[in-house]
């Protein structure tokens, strides 16, 4: 089992290019890769922080057929990325567009520092202050 490594989380998205915006533009990953796979239907493409070789990275799938936003059920949680400043990084996300669903502070019940915000298929991101 030490030989696994966590390769990708798949979300499916309503917009694409507007997906790809946000976690470009918005959260600073790279579009590391995309393609189109025409006989069924969609496209891949592929966000990170660093190559998927060596970092984790977010897959966003995107069927043609999908007429209307995608449902997020009651069964998915969220993402969570770590930020050395938690209150400048939501000041800064704001101010270019970002959608912050709950304000930065303390964890219910702990003392770690959180913050929420929302991509735009309504997907939730936690921003965890981690200490350098």
Not at 92 to 114: C, F, S, W
Request: include cysteine; charge should be negative; proline fraction near 5%.
């Amino acid at each position: 089992m030490s030989d696994f490594r966590f390769l990708h989380t798949m979300i499916r998205v309503f917009d694409l290019d507007k997906s790809i915006q946000f976690y470009t533009d918005i959260l600073g990953m790279t579009l590391l890769r995309k393609n189109d796979y025409p006989d069924g239907q969609f496209t891949l493409a592929f966000v990170g922080y660093g190559d998927e070789k060596d970092h984790t990275v977010i897959e966003l799938t995107h069927n043609w057929d999908q007429n209307e936003p995608y449902d997020l059920g009651n069964a998915f949680g969220h993402m969570a990325l770590g930020v050395p400043d938690i209150y400048k990084t939501c000041e800064d996300l704001r101010k270019i567009g970002a959608k912050i669903v709950r304000e930065p502070g303390p964890m219910k019940h702990g003392t770690t520092v959180i913050a929420f915000i929302e991509d735009p298929d309504g997907y939730k991101i936690e921003l965890i202050e981690t200490k350098q």
